[in-house]
């Protein structure tokens, strides 16, 4: 399976190498630009950027200048890094075209779950239906999940709790966000219900159930060691 690329934007080379290191390491390949120029320029010239990690403050060309001009284009999913966290500029990134946008100093491992998140909602949708990871697959259209080539049988819920955690995987998710999401708003319930379904998908998964992490006092959080 050919690696997705990632440009990142930044003038600083500490910031660069960080964000490579992390990103290569989860699966990504990566190319770096120190200016909004530059980054244009590898844009146009490779055509198979998948996103793009763009710093606001910048010589040459600022983000926000660069990201508009990427728009005239191109819907490439763009997540811009910045020191400020004044929402007015994070106003004007969602209205430039922003799809994410991080407050510096960040984690780069959230970074990244958050890249691995935004490509997986912007895919094709054909793609869309199958996720594959660390020997699980679940299939969306035919309702099915496979962990190392043998089925398992999950409930309704069991599944879109699976489909949910692996669709954010490294993002630790509350049962509060959990329960509106899989339960949906209107479910009139108690959180606990969702540790008694995780009890039972884990059991279910095996040894693969360890990929679903407790949170202390928060909720859960899915890893697994390969994409």
Known sequence: MDRPKILVVDDEERMR?????????????????????QALDIFFEQKDI??????????????????????????????ML??????SDELHGFDVGIDEYVTKPFSPRTLVARVGAILRRTAPED????????????????????????????????FE??????????????????????????????????????KKLRSKMGEKGDYIKTIWGLGYKFECPEK
């Open 50 to 79: 998948a996103l793009i990690i763009l710093d606001v403050m910048m010589p040459v060309m600022d983000g926000w200048q660069t990201a508009q001009n990427i728009r005239q284009y191109s819907k490439v999913p763009i997540i």
């Open 161 to 198: 709790l699976l489909d949910y955690f692996m669709e954010n995987s490294g993002i630790a998710l509350s049962r509060e966000r959990i329960l509106n999401v899989v339960w949906n708003y209107d479910y009139i319930g108690d959180a606990r219900t969702i540790d008694t379904h995780v």
């Open 17 to 37: 190498k960080l964000l490579h290191d992390f990103l290569y390491r989860d699966g990504y390949d990566v190319v770096e630009a120190e200016n909004g120029q």
């Open 127 to 158: 793609s869309k239906n199958r996720l594959e990871m660390g020997g699980i697959v679940l299939d969306k259209s035919a309702h099915t999940v496979e962990i190392d080539g043998k089925p398992i049988d999950l409930s309704y819920k069991e």
């Open 82 to 87: 910045t020191a400020k966290s004044d929402e």
